[in-house]
Nanobody, 122 residues
Framework: VQLQASGGGLVQTGGSLRLSCTSS????????IAWFRQAPGKEREGVSC?????????AYSNSVKGRFTISQDKSRNMVYLQMDGLKPEDTAVYYC???????????????WGQGTQVTVSS
C-alpha cells in the first residue's frame, strides 16, 4: 500500500484547502483511510476517517467536526479532505494513513503517506 498526501499550503483564517491522498490501486477497496495531523510540539491527532465499505461511514474529531469533510473517489484511488473555516490551530503537517482493521485506523494504522504542510495565518 502506497499513500501520498498533497494539497497543503498557506491560507488565511477562515479560508479553505482541499487535501488529496493518492493511494495505490485497490487500496480503497480493502482499507479504511484516515487523516492525521501533527503540530510542532504536539501529539499526533486523528482528524477524520472513512470506511472502505459501501456505506461510506465517516467520522471526525470534535476539533474539526462541521468544518472538514472527508470523501473518496475509488475510481481514481483518491481520498480528499475538504477543510473549510480554517483556524490558526489547524496549522500542522497532515498525513493520510490506511489500515484494513477498523479497530486501529484512528490510532495506529499500518500504512502512512508522507505529510503535507498546512499553515493558517491569523
Amino acid at each position: 500500500v502506497q499513500l501520498q498526501a498533497s494539497g497543503g499550503g498557506l491560507v488565511q483564517t477562515g479560508g479553505s484547502l482541499r487535501l488529496s491522498c493518492t493511494s495505490s490501486e485497490d487500496t480503497l477497496d480493502y482499507h479504511f483511510i484516515a487523516w492525521f495531523r501533527q503540530a510542532p510540539g504536539k501529539e499526533r491527532e486523528g482528524v477524520s476517517c472513512i470506511s472502505s465499505n459501501s456505506d461510506g461511514y465517516t467520522a471526525y474529531s470534535n476539533s474539526v467536526k462541521g468544518r472538514f469533510t472527508i470523501s473518496q473517489d475509488k475510481s481514481r484511488n483518491m481520498v480528499y479532505l475538504q477543510m473549510d473555516g480554517l483556524k490558526p490551530e489547524d496549522t500542522a503537517v497532515y498525513y493520510c494513513a490506511a489500515d484494513a482493521n477498523i479497530e486501529v485506523i484512528t490510532t495506529t494504522p499500518r500504512y502512512w503517506g508522507q505529510g503535507t504542510q498546512v499553515t493558517v495565518s491569523s
